[in-house]
């Protein structure tokens, strides 16, 4: 990357603070571009869904796993959590959606509260594993929340074949006019296809682990027993351990990284499966050379530009974030690794513009919390519009979570510590309500970015971007008019 005439400015930056200028191209085509990351996570995609309990659970690690993305499951999740949701991850399937699946029998009110847990917006009604109807928010409307579902569903159900091809898929779903339909195998349920999906199955390619199944991570803090915590992680199958902390730059991680990847090491020894190992966060190249030496494969960058964050306004710690990864990604360029930059991504061209200063993949966490995948319930406001809670993982919510084991005294004392928001309600967007609805976005500006750029892999564009800084004004002056001035 380089910056505009040659001129490097002497203050830091944020994502708001520069912009890209065009160069001559020869990329036709979004299409053209390649955006599968090189750092030895397997991800089609470079986006990594943040460890946060109120993003990354199961339902949002399959989701964008079938695009190509990862998801970290939290640290504060309890072990046996963690692996049930390992093995509902991989258990899903890699293509079609997975089903809201209830009997004849569940109550209107209880299939109308599991609606929001999927983008799609329907449930499968089976008898054993056979779908027998179906029902929508629309069949459950004004009808008495303990009737039971048979009595408002619509048992004419159009299926697909397992392996149907999704232009066949899509042409049946628009023939019948239908939003989706359930797919079979031998007759048995094994997923849902969307008029979406089937477009969204040709654009990308789903992140695999060597067994054909869908990749999720998990993540470990630096205390305790790390070593016995990393191999129980890793003996769930995770696709790449992330070692979370706030400050990533202390002797404490420095301590625990080589034990965490000696593990590793050995369990790939055994296996031939070598999961990547990540660290963070810092800001600085000497945070990222320390920890490659202790043995990180990729470092997360970042400390403070996150919505739930309030480090910076707390300690005024941190760093602006595009400066934190351009310094950060020459680093870890140097020693032959990779960054994440963590944090800060608002827009799509927040995204592009941390790639384009060398970051690997670029994670993301309170964007995604407003989505029908996050893991929290959905609610709805005083005027009508959906939300899901969302907290930042330093808060006085998430140190409880992490503490449940401690005495009471000693939980209590450490609430009051807080460095982070507890509540906050994250909108679900009406155009775009879903993560993969996002991930259409987002991927469809990174892609722009990159033909602009002339660049058709991530590597060049890094290599020929070129960046210039802007005043407020100037970021304002690209900002939309959605109703006329």
Known sequence: MHFLNGQTPAHDLTYSDVFMVPARSSVTSRLDVDLSTGDGTGTTLPLAVSNMTAIAGRRMAETVARRGAIAIIPQDIPNDVVGRAVRKVKDAHPVYDTPIAVTAQTTVGEAMSLLGKRAHGAAVVVEGDKPIGMVSEHDGAGVDRFAQVYEVMSSDVVTLPSGVDPREGFDVLTTHHLALAPVVDGGDLVGVLTRKSALRSTLYTAALDPDGRLAVGAALGINGDVAEKALSLLGHGIDVLVVDTAHGHQERMVEALPLIVAERDRIAGATGRRVPVVAGNVVSAEGVRDLVRAGADIVKVGVGPGAMCTTRMMTGVGRPQFSAVLECAEAAGEAGRHIWADGGVRHPRDVALGLAAGAASVMIGSWFAGTYESPGDLQYGADGR????????????????????????????????????SHS???????????????????????????????????????????????HAGYDEGLPVHASW
């Open 386 to 421: 959906a939300y899901k809670e969302s907290f930042g993982m330093a808060s006085a919510r998430a140190v409880s979570n992490r503490t449940r084991d401690a005495a009471g005294f000693d939980r209590a004392r450490l609430a009051l510590f807080e460095e982070g928001i």
């Open 425 to 471: 309600r994250m909108y679900l967007d009406p155009d775009r309500p879903g993560v993969e609805d996002l991930i259409d976005a987002i991927v469809a500006g990174v892609r722009s970015a990159c033909t602009y750029a002339g660049a058709v892999s991530l590597p060049e564009f890094h290599e020929r971007a070129v960046v210039g800084v802007q005043s």
